[in-house]
């Protein structure tokens, strides 16, 4: 081991230019990949909530309202409103009343966020 060590240490002392290169193209090599790794995160993060973020979980609609004659398992009503979960676009009916279903979605502690 003292051996590889004296020509390891000789080397870089005797080629200085080259150990800086050398050490200089480590640090620029790192660097890119750090900048990369964190640009693939945030891209990544930012391709889900745009993704998934901008659609609703749930979506409250009214009695005539065409995505009614999709109804899934979790279809269920809630007084005069349809909850059909999942994420998909309609096309949208009005719902009456919809005001009083709002302040009661907001009292809801597992609920994050209620959007009319």
Same mark, same amino acid.
């Given at each position: 081991?003292?051996?590889?060590?004296?020509?390891?240490?000789?080397?870089?002392?005797?080629?200085?230019?080259?150990?800086?290169?050398?050490?200089?193209?480590?640090?620029?090599?790192?660097?890119?990949?750090?900048?990369?790794?964190?640009?693939?995160?945030?891209?990544?993060?930012?391709?889900?909530?745009?993704?998934?973020?901008?659609?609703?979980?749930?979506? #409250?609609?009214? &009695? =005539?309202?065409?995505?009614?004659?999709? %109804? $899934?398992?979790? @279809?269920?009503?809630?007084?005069?409103? !349809?909850?059909?979960?999942?994420? #998909?676009?309609? &096309? =949208?009916?009005?719902?009456?009343?919809? %005001? $009083?279903?709002? @302040?009661?979605?907001?009292?809801?502690? !597992?609920?994050?966020?209620?959007?009319?």
């Amino acid at each position: 081991m003292r051996f590889e060590l004296k020509v390891a240490l000789r080397f870089l002392r005797e080629g200085r230019g080259q150990t800086i290169f050398i050490l200089l193209g480590i640090a620029i090599g790192v660097a890119v990949q750090v900048f990369l790794g964190t640009l693939i995160n945030g891209l990544q993060r930012d391709l889900i909530n745009t993704t998934v973020g901008s659609s609703p979980h749930l979506i #409250f609609s009214g &009695e =005539d309202s065409p995505a009614l004659n999709f %109804r $899934p398992a979790a @279809d269920r009503r809630i007084g005069a409103a !349809a909850v059909v979960e999942g994420n #998909f676009r309609q &096309e =949208d009916a009005t719902l009456k009343e919809w %005001r $009083p279903l709002v @302040d009661q979605l907001d009292r809801e502690p !597992a609920l994050t966020a209620v959007s009319p």
